[in-house]
């Protein structure tokens, strides 16, 4: 007998078992969501040695001038400090805010965004009603994959770095949300009918003042500000198309 028809038959075998497997496989994790990722930035922050509740603290106030009509979203406004050369230095040791809570229920994020500190740690809670089993997974330059959790089950992520996040379910096509990433406590929100802000007990030292849109419409913003003990540093904030 021919060796080589039976060669042949063997490796046909071979890869449709191994098809079989592979459509299993598939069918068991179910489609996988994949939305283009956005404007997404992040960056790494030393903490230094220097403590927040030793240091002698001032504030910064401003108002926020538009070129244009303001879309109905928020904008934050958040210092990073200054080191040599007026490059971004050693941040501090602070204590992360306590952990933020968010839903999954009726297959969507609550809250679907919101403004975090580094450091600070995520609880996503699948609590679902109904057996519905959640994913989460970050885009962008912070990216995890908490994986798949099932009713009652939660997955925790801390953010270590600074920027912003999007973040994806990949079993419900339509469940997404956006986390900011601030890299210390000094920041502030101002919502949709806002226009001016303060953020107070900020550490003596030399920052620069940054903005970050939900809603990218204008430029973001940038300057330099000092920080005075028990002193209120004012500033302008022009949002230009």
Request: net charge neutral; proline share 5%.
């Amino acid at each position: 007998m021919n060796r080589l028809p039976l060669k042949l038959f063997l490796l046909a075998l071979l890869l449709g078992c191994t098809a079989v497997v592979a459509a299993v496989v598939k069918a068991q994790l179910g489609p996988r969501h994949l939305p283009s990722a956005r404007y997404l930035k992040s960056a790494a922050f030393q903490d230094g040695e220097w403590k927040w509740a030793d240091a002698q603290k001032g504030s910064v106030k401003g108002t926020l001038t538009f070129s244009a009509k303001r879309p109905q979203q928020p904008i934050v406004v958040y210092l990073v400090r200054l080191g040599d050369a007026d490059k971004p230095g050693e941040q501090g040791v602070f204590s992360a805010p306590a952990t933020l809570d968010v839903s999954q229920k009726g297959g969507k994020f609550e809250p679907s965004f919101g403004v975090l500190v580094r450091k600070q740690k995520v609880k996503f809670l699948n609590d679902e009603e109904n057996e519905i089993s959640h994913n989460v997974y970050f885009l962008g330059d912070i990216e995890a994959d908490l994986g798949i959790f099932d009713q009652g089950q939660s997955r925790e992520h801390e953010f270590t770095d600074a920027g912003e996040v999007s973040v994806h379910c990949s079993i419900h096509k339509r469940m997404d949300g956006r986390f900011f990433i601030a890299p210390n406590p000094a920041y502030a929100v101002l919502e949709a009918d806002s226009d001016s802000f303060e953020i107070k007990e900020v550490p003596v030292g030399k920052y620069r003042l940054h903005t970050w849109q939900k809603q990218k419409r204008f430029k973001d913003f940038e300057t330099t500000v000092e920080v005075t003990a028990g002193g209120t540093t004012s500033v302008t904030v022009e949002m230009k198309r």
